[in-house]
């Protein structure tokens, strides 16, 4: 199985994914990217096959993009890791039901 991984940052939750991955055999081909990358021109213009495509957190914006890598192969799988802190989010900055530590 070959899969495509790319998020907008290396985290240590996409560490933890892509290793999980490899130890049970999955090829992973790995892409820390911004809108304006060279590595996402480069995945543009030398798209490969692949099994499935997971696109990490705070990965939104690459979603259309990953959409249309899809389109190259009909039987590729997309799949969107939303994860999202709850501290970051909800508990210190919408809600402000704690203080924010500097």
């Given at each position: 199985?070959?899969?495509?991984?790319?998020?907008?940052f290396s985290e240590p939750?996409?560490?933890?994914?892509?290793?999980g991955l490899r130890r049970?055999?999955?090829?992973?081909?790995?892409?820390?990217?911004?809108?304006?990358?060279?590595?996402?021109?480069?995945?543009?213009?030398?798209?490969?096959?692949?099994?499935?495509?997971?696109?990490?957190?705070?990965?939104?914006?690459?979603?259309?993009?990953?959409?249309?890598?899809k389109t190259l192969s009909?039987?590729?799988?997309?799949?969107?890791?939303?994860?999202?802190?709850?501290?970051?989010?909800?508990?210190?900055?919408?809600?402000?039901?704690?203080?924010?530590?500097?």
């Amino acid at each position: 199985m070959k899969v495509l991984y790319f998020s907008s940052f290396s985290e240590p939750r996409s560490t933890i994914i892509t290793k999980g991955l490899r130890r049970c055999g999955v090829d992973v081909d790995v892409n820390f990217m911004t809108l304006r990358s060279s590595s996402t021109l480069r995945l543009l213009f030398t798209s490969k096959y692949y099994d499935a495509i997971i696109v990490g957190e705070y990965g939104q914006y690459f979603i259309p993009f990953a959409k249309w890598l899809k389109t190259l192969s009909a039987s590729t799988t997309l799949l969107f890791d939303p994860y999202i802190y709850l501290y970051d989010t909800t508990i210190v900055h919408d809600r402000k039901l704690i203080e924010a530590t500097p």
